[in-house]
């Protein structure tokens, strides 16, 4: 299994130097200043940049535990969330290699030949 397909090499979100903060925003009207040029403020964008990221890491990891329990042949275990869940628990904190390891593990505890997929 090739594990790169499921990282994120995206570079972590900067925020847009361009948009003024929160603070800023705030003394433009205060003094009277158009604000309408500013959709939103540094902070917004930093924000909505982060829960871009997020969302795409998180669908590259939908798509590593579909993968993966497809490859141990338990996608059609009707337990299959749970054992993914514990495999996760056990290993993501060593990398997507260590959690395929706890699944295959587990495998052995749920099918009759773990190697071989499920019909």
């Known amino acids: 299994m090739d594990f790169d397909k499921y990282q994120n090499n995206d570079p972590p979100p900067t925020a847009d130097k361009s948009l003024p903060r929160k603070a800023e925003l705030s003394t433009l009207k205060k003094f009277g200043h158009s604000t309408e ?15 871009e990221r997020r969302a795409k890491t998180e669908k590259l990891l939908e798509l590593f ?21 514990y495999a996760w628990d056990k290993g993501h904190s060593y990398g997507l290699c260590e959690v395929m390891s706890e699944l295959h593990e587990l495998a052995s505890l749920f099918l009759d030949d773990p190697m071989e997929p499920a019909p």
Not at 37 to 51: F, G, N, V
Not at 65 to 73: Q, V
Request: a neutral charge; zero cysteines; charged letters at 50%.
């Open 37 to 51: 040029d500013y959709p939103k403020t540094r902070e917004e964008d930093l924000r909505e940049r982060k829960a």
């Open 65 to 85: 535990r579909d993968d993966a329990l497809e490859e141990i042949g338990l996608a059609h275990h009707p337990k299959r969330l749970r054992i993914y869940l």
